[in-house]
């Protein structure tokens, strides 16, 4: 058996697996940042999950070949693992729960020796941009280095020995670790482009992984840097530090920098000169000087105020005073007029020198009719300003946080003047909106800090024009006040709740499986039916549970051979003709009994076509608040940083929002949405993404994704199948990523509901990307990339596309 006492400092962690004493496994582990912080950790045996424990032991063990050093006092952990576990599996990890990291040290509990844990030789990865790595060992030439060479369409691009330290190669194999790589690829591969990378080595042997899409977007902070005016000499020592460094430079800067990076990223733009005229319409009751001021130094010279005061100290020609007994005539005169763009300021604001021509030029585009911006805050106390960036056009966010406030502007025909409420200014995106509808192409976002608010106080929620909106918008929405005041958005249930038919993959792990069912058999849903899909489970505990659960009506269908989520889903899929499909984990717990009817009214809504839930890890940790594209280099789970009880970036924590995709742990949707993009792709993503695909595959037909905080279920993620840590497990990761990538790589790298100044690195809105990226041209009602669905999908879209299914109109 092995034991390791190596002290690991990765990221954040310190610590190891000591080793066996008795039928005790024992570690340790501690959070630098965080020293009093207490650790869950995970213990998987053979890639299944095994058991979790908390790192809050005092040990003191001293033995020939388990020594705990100082530090890890009050920071370790000990798994009980029973005599017959030790005698069949045969190796055994502890990860970080909630974060993913691998303690270093494995036990191989029945093997000899190491010789016969078998791996391959070769692998490449890349986890975004333009970095590879990966490790080359000969198991029949053992102490020899590989040369790695790189090439794309047969041109040499870089080449490299693998003579680094390999952290998967010292935990797989004794003394052979230094024969990892890591590389750069040339930085004119950084052009948005999918670049389809070989790898091999100097015998041509191919790279596990390779071929590999490797794409990078243009705006990264290496090509940032090279833009610099430098001369050749430094120009060239510049790209061989900033490939050296790419590694370990950070992608992102905190919230606390954000005003040198809005010096350096917010500096005015330069448009093409416009005749259009836009009316800004001031009120509040702050001196509106400074708002002035800010107007009179815009680079677009054609702008009239209209300001809610009888006088008013600065004198320009532009500016009327108007008094306040008759600010709504006026505001009916000049809308009448109908030859400017429309918005509003509050008094005390300032607008930066270019909003008035960015927000004119994006008007160029005649099938615009709102125009939005981001905006930020600026405490009084002298604090960093926070900054709001805001995601594109989503109505479910609009309705709960009105997020075209600060800077709005619209067409005149959109003001209705005789509407009552056409003279109070934060009625005007709802009165905008009514007349617009939920029309994505129509509402544009311009993803630029282009508004400064210098008061504390949000504005005043316009209930009466809400409600008007509503109706027309979200039909079926109630608007609610809290115990504590704030207000609350419910959705009408259905004259008759719709058939759900709950579908539960499962191998083994009778625990889980137990409580997942137990839990869902609680929920309170009139029509719902659990489908357990068992594959080849062989445990005697889990095999009498599924035969006892028959008699609680749950059916349980067989699906032997080889895991294949998307084809097990598919499978149940077949087996029942409910009329909406959710998706559950076996590692799900319900917690809450209203959960369902929660995603079924939400889903029932026109042009839904999934709803996620809010997942949670058992330490109360949120797992899963959406799936934002890009996050990490491919995609990644909003809110692994937040508390449940947390209000996120700007609410985002408790507010009910559109997202990319959810993921299928916990997905409802309508079974003949599923079949109409033909469900799971069992090829392309057997186990990994395959809810990403079908997300996307969902908004390419007009339908839209909803995450909902109003459902919470707890998940115990990878608890079940394991981590794809095995030569095999990450040969077949890295190809599903590949094809991710290449399919959706458009959508990946702009996601419309992640603003493009928020980071990609660690956690979702935790930081400023450096430096912002560029939008994309597709948008996120656009078209599906080519691949192998698109033929069969397009052909649907058309007629499905802004259209209420059969399913929203019987339900309504």
Known sequence: MMTQTLISRHNDYEGAVLGRTGNFLIGWVRKLSHPDAIITVNLIGDDQWIA???????????????????????????????????????????????????????????????????????????????????????????????????????????????????????????????????????LNLADGCVHKIHVTTAHGQILNGSPISVVSPPATLTTWANALELSQQERSFLTELMERYSSHVPLSLDFSSYRNWLDRFGCAKSYPSSVTSITCAISGDTDAIDTLRSLISQTHPHWTALVCSPFGSLVDARIRYVIPTKWKEHIQSAINQGDSIFSFVISGDTLSTDALSSVVAAFDNSSVQIVYTDCDQIPADGKAPRPWFKPDWDPDLFLAHTPLHHLFATRPGNLPINNPHIGELD?????????????????????????????????????????????????????????????????????????????????????????????????????????????????????????????????????????????????????????????????????????????????????VGAVGAKLLWPNGMVQHAGVVLGLHGLVGHTGNNWHKDDAGYFGYNRITRSASAVTAACLLCKREDYLLVNGLDEINFPVNFNDVDFCLKLRSIGKRIVWTPEAQLMHAESASRGRDDTPDRRGRLAREKDRLMQKWHQWITDDPFYNPNLNLDAYSYAGLAIPPRGRATLQSSGKMNDCEDSIAIAGLAERNLNCTSKTDQKYR
């Open 52 to 186: 979790t424990a908390r790192a809050e032991l005092i040990l003191q063990l001293e033995g020939p070949q388990l020594i705990m050093p100082t530090e890890a006092y009050g920071h370790a952990f000990a798994f009980n693992i029973q005599l017959q576990d030790w005698q069949t599996i045969a190796r055994l990890e502890t990860y970080v729960a909630n974060d993913g990291y691998r303690l270093p040290g494995v036990v191989f509990s029945h093997y000899e020796t190491h010789s016969t844990h078998q791996v391959h030789s070769t692998n490449v990865e890349n986890y975004g941009g333009l970095r590879l790595w990966g490790w080359a060992w000969d198991i029949l030439d053992p102490d020899v280095t590989q040369t790695i060479y790189v090439y794309e369409a047969g041109r040499l691009l870089a080449e490299c020995d693998a003579n680094q330290y390999c952290a998967e190669l010292d935990n797989a194999v004794n003394g052979h670790a230094n024969h990892g790589f890591s590389l750069t690829l040339p």
């Open 427 to 607: 009625a005007w995106p709802w009165l905008a909106v009514q007349s617009v509808g939920d029309n994505p192409d129509a509402i544009h976002h311009i993803p630029r800090i282009l508004y400064h608010r210098w008061k504390n106080a949000e504005l005043p929620a316009h209930v009466d024009a809400q409600r008007s909106c509503d109706a027309k918008l979200a039909p079926g929405l109630h608007r609610t006040v809290t115990d504590n005041g704030e207000n609350g958005l419910a959705w009408e249930s259905p004259v008759e709740w719709p058939t759900v038919s709950l579908i539960i993959p499962t191998r083994d792990h009778f625990e889980l499986l137990h409580r997942c069912i137990e839990s869902l058999l609680k929920t309170d849903y009139p029509n719902m039916e659990i489908i357990v899909i068992d594959n080849d489970s062989v445990e005697p505990d889990a095999l009498a549970y599924l035969d006892h659960v028959k008699s609680k009506d749950v059916n349980v269908i067989q699906h032997p051979g080889p895991f294949n989520f998307s084809a097990i889903n598919n499978r149940a899929v077949q087996h029942t003709k409910a009329t909406l499909i959710g998706f559950i984990n076996n590692d799900i717990e319900a917690i809450d009994r209203g959960w369902l009817r929660t995603m079924v009214r939400h889903l029932l809504r026109p042009n």
